[in-house]
Each structure stands twice: as C-alpha cells, then as structure tokens.
C-alpha cells in the first residue's frame, strides 16, 4: 500500500530536507530511520517522494512524505516518538500513483519582530506581489524552471510575540518568498521605493537583486490536498509541544 504522513521539523540543524552527499539532511535522517524499521526497502522501490523541499536553516509544521510500504501495523503509531527534532503527526492510506508534489496550495510563514514592522505599510506593500507574475527579479531561477508563478493571497498578521506573512500559493521558486521579504523589508526602510518593486515584476528582464533574507524565520505552515489526514492524539500532543518550542527558537533569528 502507499501512505501519505505528515510531519514536522526543525531545520535549522540541518543542511536543508533534500538528499544531498557528505552532509545531514531531513530526508537522509528519516530514510534511514524507516529503512532500519522496515518500513521500505529503499527510495527506488518505495517510491519515496516529499510535498515541498525546503532550504538549509528553514523549518516545516506540516510538510509531507508518501511511500510504498509492505508494513500492516499502525505506521503512525510506531513512528510518531522516535525523534526530538521531527514529528510524524498524520497518515493517509492514498491512490497508489499519489505523489506529494502535486498540492493544492502550500503555505509559508515568514515571523518578524512585533515592534519593528509597520503592518499598515508592510499590507499595502505586498499587494503587489499577489496573483500571476514573472517573479526572475524575485527568485533564484532554474533552468528547468519557468519564472511565472501565481500568489493567491498574501495576509499579514499579529501574535503576542511575532508580525508574521503568510504566503498561499500552489507552487514556488527557489528562495522566492525569502527574495520577496528581503525586497519588502528595503521598501519598509526607504533604501527602494515600491515604484522599484513595480519595474522589478514589470520588467523582469531588467535584472536587479534585492538580496535574500535569513532562512530561520521561513516556516512551512501547511501543504493542502482533496482529502484530509488522520491524526493521532498523542503525536498531535507532541507536536504543539514541539511547535511551542520552535517558536522560541525562532523569535531569536527574527528581525
């Protein structure tokens, strides 16, 4: 059968979720801890794939991993505990050609100080950014890549002890959201204009670089798909502990 569970991360001890040599990364930690299990093979057979790659130093709350596995006991509640750093919280028995790429959206988050934003300025700022752009001034571009992605919302909100932006898209570019920060936070200080910010997404063949903010406050919220997860009490504990926790890891990498 082939599930889909979803899990959470602290990735700032990491050199990002993907694979990559001679380095540790999320996606090595837990293939290995679930080839040691017995819950797969290997990544060819199991056809292991993940929702969202994130960068080195950005961390997830609800990211997602599917996989082919001959195991029949509860997946979940053998792997729930296993680890400090990740948490494996939800599980979905789905078709077997499910690949996790394949969301409906996937929202990010990106925290700031609570008394270094000005939030009315920051919510007329960003409306630029929403809907179908050529965001190449705004992103780290691949050659497989086509630069046009579409934003469907950009909100911004307060908590006791953050500002944060939450961005809502299907898709994104590499370092695109980390790019847009960085060009926001230039605009808030008035070293650029947001008339800067209009030609940069006007005329995305005029290259300008509006630098890249630190990855530790960028959190991946959620990846949303047409059907919902099943969640087990007591990983669902554990991972309000351990959000609680990164949060306050977080608040000092925010500016």
């Known amino acids: 059968m082939r599930i889909a569970i979803k899990f959470a991360y602290n990735g700032m001890n990491y050199h990002g979720l993907a694979r990559q040599p001679n380095v540790i990364t999320i996606e090595k930690k837990i293939i290995d801890f679930l080839s040691k299990k017995g819950l797969i093979n290997d990544i060819k057979t199991s056809n292991f794939r993940y929702a969202s790659r994130t960068d080195k130093g950005v961390s997830a709350i609800g990211n997602v991993m599917a996989f082919d596995t001959e195991y029949n006991n509860d997946v979940l509640k053998e792997i729930y505990d296993e680890f400090e750093d990740i948490v494996f919280y939800g599980i979905k028995i789905v078709n077997p050609i499910f690949n996790p790429r394949y969301a409906k959206q996937r929202i990010y988050r990106y925290y700031f ?31 497989s890549k086509k630069p046009i992605k579409v934003i469907d919302d950009i909100l911004i909100r307060e908590s006791d002890n953050f500002v944060y932006i939450d961005f809502y898209a299907q898709s994104y570019l590499w370092h695109q959201i980390r790019k847009i920060i960085s060009a926001l936070n230039k605009v808030e200080k008035c070293t650029i204009g947001v008339e800067d910010l209009i030609q940069a997404l006007n005329y995305p063949n005029k290259k300008v670089d509006y630098g890249l903010s630190p990855p530790e406050p960028l959190l991946l919220i959620d990846v949303v798909y047409d059907f919902d997860f099943i969640y087990y009490d007591k990983a669902l504990d554990k991972l309000m502990k351990f959000k609680n926790h990164l949060l306050n890891i977080i608040k000092y990498h925010v500016y």
């Open 113 to 143: 100080k609570k008394d270094k934003k000005n939030i009315n300025k920051l919510k007329k700022i960003i409306e630029i950014f929403k809907g179908e752009h050529d965001f190449s001034n705004f992103a780290r571009i691949e050659s």
